[in-house]
C-alpha cells in the first residue's frame, strides 16, 4: 500500500467526477481505502428511518469520500493544479509541488 502525498487541510481540485473543476479543502484522509473527504464536494443524501413510533423520518445531507487519484494539490504559487513530491532539507523529507518547485507547508 503506497503513502497518500494529500494531507488533512490541503487545497485540492477535483479533476474528475461530478465535481470536476472544483476546489476545496480536505477535512478527512482515510489511508486505508486510499480516500480523501473535501469540504463541500460529493454531497451525498441519506434517508434514515425514524426509530419511535410517532417520530418523523429525516433526509440528512453529508459530504462523502472521493478517491485519491481524483483529486490534486493546488500549486500554492500559481493557484493551479500540480503533482506532489518531495525532497530532503536539513535531514527532514519535504512535500513539494513539482509544477513550481515550491515546498507545501
Do not use: C, W, Y
Not at 48 to 67: H, L, M, S, W, Y
Amino acid at each position: 500500500m503506497s503513502k497518500l502525498r494529500i494531507k488533512t487541510g490541503d487545497q485540492v481540485m477535483v479533476i474528475t467526477g461530478k465535481d470536476a473543476g472544483q476546489k476545496g479543502k480536505v477535512i478527512q484522509v482515510f489511508p486505508a481505502s486510499h480516500r480523501v473527504v473535501v469540504e463541500g464536494l460529493n454531497q451525498m443524501t441519506k434517508n434514515v428511518r425514524a426509530r419511535k413510533q410517532g417520530e418523523k423520518g429525516q433526509r440528512i445531507q453529508f459530504t462523502g469520500p472521493i478517491d485519491v487519484s481524483n483529486v490534486m494539490l493546488i500549486d500554492p504559487k500559481s493557484g493551479l493544479p500540480t503533482r506532489v513530491g518531495s525532497v530532503v532539507i536539513n535531514n527532514r523529507r519535504q512535500r513539494r509541488a513539482i509544477r513550481s518547485k515550491e515546498p507545501i507547508t
